[in-house]
């Protein structure tokens, strides 16, 4: 007798893809969903089970409600040339309505009530296009995992900045405002200067053209008491 279809829809269908480096657990989650109004009991199987480790390996998934079960793949040094035969086994079957013992009502399961959906494994290395990428996002990954003190922090800290930036801004208006009094001042300095030197050499002209206009007069008298004197 054939077995009744999956009821279990399954997030892969059919393939669960780990994506190395394999040096760390890297883990693949597949989603389990009850689409009908029976609870349905699961079981997660595996061909290699020294390989993986699966949470929650077994369970019950309320009508009409879904679960994701974690599978993890132990570190392993990985072979490109190496083909995948590893596999898994979703097996599932209408949970009994009066169920007190989920192993019992597994044990006293027929063949034709169990329902199951295979999976294969398939692995993959980031290519370097994709590790390039990988780093260039990491800051903002890093960052949207930041808890609220650190946020707290960052946000403090560039307040403290920006209050910086206005203080040094204030300051160099300042100096602007002392330099451009400070060559005002220069200039009124050169400016009374020029006068007073200006002034200085009027007064020395005028001086001078006395002293000649004095030595012209005495000239003259001399030669008007020179003739007296014949």
Known sequence: MARPEQVLVLEPQHELKFRGPFTDVVTATLKLTNPTDRNVCFKVKTTAPRRYCVRPNSGIIDAGTSINVSVMLQPFDYDPNEKSKHKFMVQSLLAPYDMTDMEGVWKEAKPEELMD?????????????????????????????????????????????????????????????????????????????????????????????????????????????????L
Do not use: Y
Request: aromatic share 2%; charged share 30%.
């Open 117 to 229: 959906s295979k999976l294969r494994c398939a692995f993959e290395m980031p290519l370097e296009n994709d590790k390039t990428t990988e780093h260039s996002v990491l800051p903002k990954s890093a960052s949207a995992s930041l808890d609220d003190g650190e946020v707290k922090k960052i946000m403090e800290e560039c307040k403290r900045l920006q209050m910086e930036v206005q203080r040094l801004r204030e300051e160099n208006k300042q100096i602007r405002e002392d330099d451009g009094l400070r060559k005002r001042k220069v200039t009124s300095v050169a400016a009374s200067h020029s006068s007073a030197m200006a002034t200085s050499a009027v007064r020395d002209e005028g001086l001078s053209t006395r002293v000649l206009a004095l030595c012209v007069l005495l000239f003259v008298i001399g030669v008007i008491i020179g003739k007296l004197a």
